[in-house]
């Protein structure tokens, strides 16, 4: 059986069973690093402390047990047609994915059968709505490589590190007046900058527990639309069809910041929640050639590994995507599209937020950055299976 589909079998055991063997649980989150925020979650026991080690074998054997448990669990690929969108599910399902949901299901723009649990509940990967930042010369909690997101809007400076986006996902902030989202999917290494705004209302947004092509999915509290994260679009309820702008935000070293804005500042650790900031409960996910741990549709677009970083860039109807290994060799590349000009360039020393136990210590995977006529614009690094789930119509730039 694929590693993929499993993950989100095993996910889902963890938290229709709860009552089952506590060493099922561990295993599930040695064989999967999701398993593991929730086994941490349901503060069944503390995986990373411990160190269990589970032989081949009994992994095989546990596997097994577990898909016999959730046999016929899981969801399958993706359609994009107005028509599959349409399409009713059974009672029973509809039901289940509605509940505690005040959403307006009946307005969508995807089937709803393309959703899926991650395992944690809504609100269970807890988004910050009051964040607290320091100053740059307070952080000592960030090595010199470490990846923050950084927003720069009328000339203020904001960094988000992953190591704290990692176990949050979501950031409701206010920068230089403009209320944004900062959000972060570890499973398609998507860090994307949102205006909240929409037709005039500020939205707050919250993790609805779902995923979709293996994205994180979601929801505004005003009227609980739930909302794809990669490309911003409202996917159900009241703003289905609708679309968050995107801000100009990008991945780079802490110490990248920290030269160019010594008077920035930097969100906290201080967030009101008890987690192991630092921490990777995702160690060795971005194995390059390793599949996503749940269903993506185009999955068996071989174009790229399925893990290849890539720049992602649309305009309209059009896309394109360039692999991190190009950019790495070339350094800059300059693509046209949709009758605009672009300039990519690469830099180094950025580590992987996504590779061993502690993010600090992350290979060096490096970064990018986009200008139209000098100035920075909006882009994401996700993927390369994201990028093929939702854009398969993309343009490779090699």
Known sequence: MQTRSLAGRLTQTIHAYPSESIAVQQAAAQLFPLGRVLVERDCRARIGAIGLRISRSMKQVLVAVVVAVVAGCGSGGSSHTRAQANERLPASK???????????????TVPLREFQSGGPGKDGIPAL???RFVRVAEVG????REPVIVLTLAGRARAYPLQILTWHEIVNDVVAGVPVAVTFCPLCNTAIAFDRRVEGRTLTFGTTGNLRNSDLVMYDRQT??????FGGQGVVGRYAGRRLRALPARIVAWRTFRAEHPDGVVLSRDTGYSRP??????AGYDDVSSPPFFPAAHGD????LPKERVVFLDRGNSAVAIPFSTLAQKRRVEVTLAGHRFEVRWQGGVS????????ASGRDVGAAQVFESGRPLSFSEPFWFAVAAFRPDVRIVR
């Open 224 to 229: 609980e639309s739930w909302w794809q994260q």
């Open 94 to 108: 509809l039901q289940g994915l509605s509940a505690g949901w005040k959403t307006d299901f009946a307005r969508r």
């Open 277 to 282: 900031y630092g921490a990777n409960p995702y």
């Open 352 to 359: 992987s937020a996504l590779d061993t136990d502690e993010i």
């Open 129 to 131: 709505d009051r964040p």
């Open 301 to 304: 677009d071989s174009r790229l």
């Open 141 to 144: 909690f960030l090595r010199p």
